[in-house]
T-cell receptor
Framework: SQTIHQWPATLVQPVGSPLSLECTVEGTSNPNLYWYRQAAGRGLQLLFYSVGIGQISSEVPQNLSASRPQDRQFILSSKKLLLSDSGFYLC???????????????FGPGTRLTVL | SQQGEEDPQALSIQEGENATMNCSYKTSINNLQWYRQNSGRGLVHLILIRSNEREKHSGRLRVTLDTSKKSSSLLITASRAADTASYFCATAGSGNTPLVFGKGTRLSVIA
């Protein structure tokens, strides 16, 4: 069966510090991968998605970046965090096109980031 | 921009009652999905309805889709306190494009 891991679960960082959040998926190959941010009590904002190694699509211009160094690894980074980067970050995966349920997304447990 | 818009934003009901949440969207879709999120957790997929389907059931969940009105509803029957969560609709277009999520409905079921 497939599982998705995110770490850390919580993170408190000062303004201007770097960020690296990691997401890994097990039990599937060539998944689509996604990073979302959710502000308190709000909906999901898609930040980045990837359909393959090294292929990153950015949905919102900002000081965040994403990388996919391996098939089942997705990393969210920032060189200098802003106060507005605080939020709940969710990683998700879906099967690639052609799979019977390729549209369904599976979410990780999330990382709560507080920038002070 | 977000395509799905859930209504109401918040809903509070007594245990045993039915809960109905609505979702409206703007452009044509391939399918529409409903997800549930417990506080501070990731989202969990509940049900998917394709654009050529009008109604679908899964346990106590009933989803309808009206493509002419670009709207969907999620009905939870005989609600339980454990159903307390936020519920999101998400629309899928054609091709390998990401889902577009709405802002969600916060459901509180009071025991």
């Amino acid at each position: 069966s497939q599982t998705i891991h995110q770490w850390p679960a919580t993170l408190v960082q000062p303004v201007g510090s770097p960020l690296s959040l990691e997401c890994t998926v097990e039990g599937t190959s060539n998944p689509n991968l996604y990073w979302y941010r959710q502000a308190a009590g709000r909906g999901l904002q898609l930040l980045f998605y990837s359909v393959g190694i090294g292929q990153i699509s950015s949905e919102v211009p900002q000081n965040l970046s994403a990388s996919r160094p391996q098939d089942r690894q997705f990393i969210l980074s920032s060189k200098k965090l802003l106060l507005s980067d605080s939020g709940f970050y969710l990683c998700a995966w879906s099967h690639p096109p052609g799979h019977i349920s390729y549209n369904e997304q599976f979410f990780g447990p999330g990382t709560r980031l507080t920038v002070l | 921009s977000q395509q799905g818009e859930e209504d109401p934003q918040a809903l509070s009901i007594q245990e045993g009652e039915n809960a109905t949440m609505n979702c409206s969207y703007k452009t044509s879709i391939n399918n529409l999905q409903w997800y549930r999120q417990n506080s501070g957790r990731g989202l969990v997929h509940l049900i998917l309805i394709r654009s050529n389907e009008r109604e679908k059931h899964s346990g106590r969940l009933r989803v309808t889709l009206d493509t002419s009105k670009k709207s969907s509803s999620l009905l939870i029957t005989a609600s339980r306190a454990a159903d307390t969560a936020s519920y999101f609709c998400a629309t899928a277009g054609s091709g390998n494009t990401p889902l577009v999520f709405g802002k969600g409905t916060r459901l509180s079921v009071i025991a």
